[in-house]
């Protein structure tokens, strides 16, 4: 490539490849028409000479005189020679005959078919022996043929290179009328590569195979533009994270800094006071470690490290983390249904008890007291459900999908349960990246009265479930 410069751009390999062509082309009929006359005309020039021959053979006189040659013969010349090389006589077309000597004579006459001889100019001779050593030697000038055959290949030439010429200003033409598309696909590129990301190559009016290329193209950019936004709502999501984060550690560590500063100053001198504010730091300590806490694994989940992959029987996790609600709170009716029959994941246990035991903590915190509330085990199609289901406020639809966002607590005021300390918004973000790392899903199910919060998970099939894992095909028999 790099040795050929010239030949980089598709334009110029059009124009070469067609110049290339069309020479090939023109030369190869010039050729062929060129060579083609001249053997018609060599051949027309011999036949000629033998016409003259045997006509003159046919009509010579007793004494060796010649009658005039018939018209076939055309410009044929015609003479009778001694054998001392003396002409006795001669016919045809008025000219310089050629008059080669006579051991030539006789070794053309031995030959008989006609030969060239230079005499001057070129000439088509024959020669025959006649009676009492005497040659009839017939000849023709070829010098008219081949002026002939040389103004073919002026022609040939002027022809050429007349074709040559339009051909270059037509492969010009025709290669920027089909380039065009291009030179347009790159200037789109080029806006794009200026950070215009929503431009698109026009497709209208190309040729198919362009618009074939352009469509690619415009698919190609519509997947660069997606991840190119995806990614930019990834890094403003763990931007807002991140902000949210120390946002939230920031509130304990003032608490905790405040009450430090109390007691240095010695502002709190009864020990009750003491005592109090000793609880209020232990308090904050407890709500940043699990804080902390939540988010690691938060972080964990969101680098989709792998969960433990664990048969589990999804009815009993439920019933530990409901017997667990009920010594929490056990002044609240939490009833627990399980439908008959089998209820099979796969998963990882601890994380799998968090989300049931973070469901039911949003009770406590956000019904009010005494409020009841259900949980029910079921089985839909090959998903197992697990429908958390109380008697309190509810979520507002227009909040319904906000709940699962991280750090989003929903208006406090009208929501939050007086003596539950304040969450931290994290619980059901937690609920959704675990859910979803087993493949499932959690959502709020729209209805009238308290909140209603369901995680679908994937039923483990009934013979990954019971399957001995030492199975050999052997068992499979019959
Ligand atoms: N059972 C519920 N009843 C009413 N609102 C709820 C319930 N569960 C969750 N919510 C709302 O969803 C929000 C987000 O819940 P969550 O992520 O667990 O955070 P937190 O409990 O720390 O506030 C809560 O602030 C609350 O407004
Ligand atoms: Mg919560």
């Known amino acids: 490539m790099a040795k050929r410069p010239w030949l980089r751009s598709l334009r110029s390999r059009l124009l070469a490849g067609v110049l290339a062509v069309t020479a090939i082309g023109l030369a190869a009929a010039a050729i062929v028409g060129v060579t083609g006359l001249q053997s018609f005309l060599d051949q027309r020039i011999d036949q000629q000479v033998k016409i003259a021959m045997a006509d003159s053979k046919r009509t010579l006189g007793p004494d060796g005189q010649l009658m005039s040659i018939p018209a076939e013969a055309g410009s044929c010349s015609v003479a009778v020679i001694d054998a001392a090389g003396n002409q006795l006589s001669h016919a045809g077309a008025v000219q310089t005959m050629p008059t080669p000597p006579v051991t030539d004579l006789a070794r053309y006459a031995a030959g008989g078919a006609p030969v060239t001889v230079t005499a001057g100019q070129d000439y088509r001779i024959q020669v025959a022996t006649l009676p009492g050593g005497r040659f009839l030697l017939v000849s023709e000038a070829t010098a008219w043929s081949d002026a002939v055959v040389y103004r073919l290949v002026l022609i040939e030439l002027a022809v050429t290179l007349i074709a040559l010429a339009l051909a ?13 598309p291009l030179d347009t696909m790159s200037a789109t590129a080029t806006r794009i590569a200026d950070g215009e990301l929503s431009h698109r190559v026009e497709l209208a009016g190309a040729p198919t195979e362009v618009a ?22 990834a890094e403003d999501r763990l931007r807002r994270f991140v902000a949210d984060a120390g ?102 246990e601890h994380r799998l008890s968090q989300v ?89 199910v729209p209805h009238r009265g308290g909140a209603w919060l369901r995680v679908v998970l994937p039923a483990a099939p009934v013979a990954e479930f019971s399957a001995d894992s030492e199975v050999t095909p052997m068992s499979f028999r019959g």
């Not at 037509?170 to 380039?179: D, E, Q, T």
């Not at 415009?218 to 997606?226: A, F, P, S, V, Y």
């Open 168 to 180: 270059v200003a037509l492969a010009v033409g025709v290669s920027r009328f089909v380039l065009k």
């Open 247 to 348: 946002h939230e550690l920031r509130t304990p560590l003032t608490a905790i800094m405040g009450y430090a500063q109390l007691v240095r100053k010695g502002a709190l001198n009864e020990p009750e006071q003491l005592d109090d504010a000793m609880r209020r730091v232990e308090d904050e300590t407890h709500r940043m470690t699990s804080l902390v806490d939540e988010l690691l694994l938060l972080a964990r989940l969101d680098q989709g490290r792998p969960l433990d992959r664990v048969e589990l029987e999804l009815a009993e996790l439920v019933t530990v983390a409901v017997q667990n609600a009920r010594a929490a709170d056990p002044h609240r009716s939490l009833t627990l249904i399980i439908e008959p029959g089998a209820h099979p994941v796969v998963g990882d």
């Open 212 to 233: 074939v290329l352009g469509q690619s193209m415009n698919q190609m950019l519509g997947r660069i533009e997606d991840s190119f936004t995806q990614r930019q709502l």
């Open 356 to 444: 049931l035991g973070n469901l039911l903590a949003n009770i406590r915190a956000h019904t009010p007291a005494g409020t009841t509330a259900e949980v029910r085990v079921s089985r839909a199609g090959s998903d197992e459900l697990v429908d958390v289901i109380d008697q309190g406020p509810g979520i507002p639809p227009e909040q319904a999908d906000k709940v699962f966002e991280r750090f989003y607590r929903a208006d406090t005021a009208r929501h939050r349960v007086a003596g539950t300390g304040e969450g931290s918004g994290l619980g059901l973000s937690i609920v959704a990246a675990i859910v979803a790392a087993h493949q499932g899903s959690a959502a709020v």
